[in-house]
């Protein structure tokens, strides 16, 4: 069952700015983080950033710390990536996540419960 809808996803050039958005799909649920993902053919999804709703922030992976930025609305579920100076290797299918359960932020798929359907974007060099 998909909990969020993703959005903001295309295709671009290398350099430019996105920036994904994601929301409810319509079912009420608390998620105490939520984070992006991705993913390309053949290759396990990945994390991207993540966001602790009780503190103390944000987490990258390494590839995209200085370039993307995540925010939310934790009443709200709501998340976005802003994604900066891009480049090829940041194409994939992007997904959103929450996390149900209370504890430290995993940039593990398997610790979230909640997901979307992805949104594709695709960097041109």
């Known amino acids: 069952q998909v909990q969020f809808i993703e959005s903001g996803g295309r295709l671009v050039q290398a350099g430019v700015s996105l920036r994904l958005s994601c929301a409810p799909s319509?079912?009420?649920?608390?998620?105490?983080?939520m984070a992006w993902f991705r993913q390309t053919p053949g290759k396990d999804r990945e994390f991207v950033a993540a966001i602790s709703w009780s503190g103390p922030g944000t987490y990258y992976a390494d590839s995209v710390k200085g370039r993307f930025t995540i925010s939310g609305d934790s009443a709200k579920n709501t998340l976005y990536l802003q994604m900066n100076s891009l480049k090829p290797e940041d194409t994939g299918l992007y997904y959103c996540?929450?996390?149900?359960?209370?504890?430290?932020?995993?940039?593990?798929?398997?610790?979230?419960?909640?997901w979307g359907q992805g949104t594709q974007v695709t960097v041109s060099s």
């Open positions: 319509g079912r009420t649920f608390r998620t105490y983080a």
């Open positions: 996540a929450g996390d149900s359960n209370f504890g430290p932020v995993s940039k593990s798929p398997n610790e979230y419960a909640y």
